[in-house]
Nanobody
Framework: QIQLIESGGGLVQPGGSLRLSCVAS????????MGWFRQAPGKEREFVAR??????????YYANSVKGRFTISRDDAKNTVYLQMNNLKPEDTAVYYC???????????????????WGRGTQVTVSS
């Protein structure tokens, strides 16, 4: 069973930056599409960013709300996917979840149901 462990969340002032990390185990990491989602209190889980599996070019995709501020990347040697978040805004406050695609060698869309494994999440709070 795939295991995903997020880290790097915390409290940051508006305009600040954070880098989230997600270490994956029990899978051949380079063959899986990976993604980040977030969920604020009282809201549904929403797509943030995703990245294709490495053999297909590792192209990133972003939600419009984070485009130009967030960057997703992967380090296959470390089984890790990152989310660099810059110019954070109060509306970015949420629990951030890492997700892996359902199968190797399969690229996915941007819906939560497109992913097969989830981490427990890390809290990001943007407040002055």
């Amino acid at each position: 069973q795939i295991q995903l462990i997020e880290s790097g969340g915390g409290l940051v002032q508006p305009g600040g930056s954070l880098r989230l990390s997600c270490v994956a185990s029990r899978l051949t990491f380079s063959t899986y599409a990976m993604g980040w989602f977030r969920q604020a209190p009282g809201k549904e889980r929403e797509f943030v960013a995703r990245i294709r599996w490495s053999g297909s070019g590792s192209r990133p995709y972003y939600a419009n709300s984070v485009k130009g501020r967030f960057t997703i990347s992967r380090d296959d040697a470390k089984n890790t996917v990152y989310l660099q978040m810059n110019n954070l805004k109060p509306e970015d406050t949420a629990v951030y979840y890492c997700a892996a695609g359902p199968l190797p060698y399969k690229n996915v869309g941007s819906e939560p149901t497109d992913f097969g494994a989830w981490g427990r999440g890390t809290q990001v709070t943007v407040s002055s």
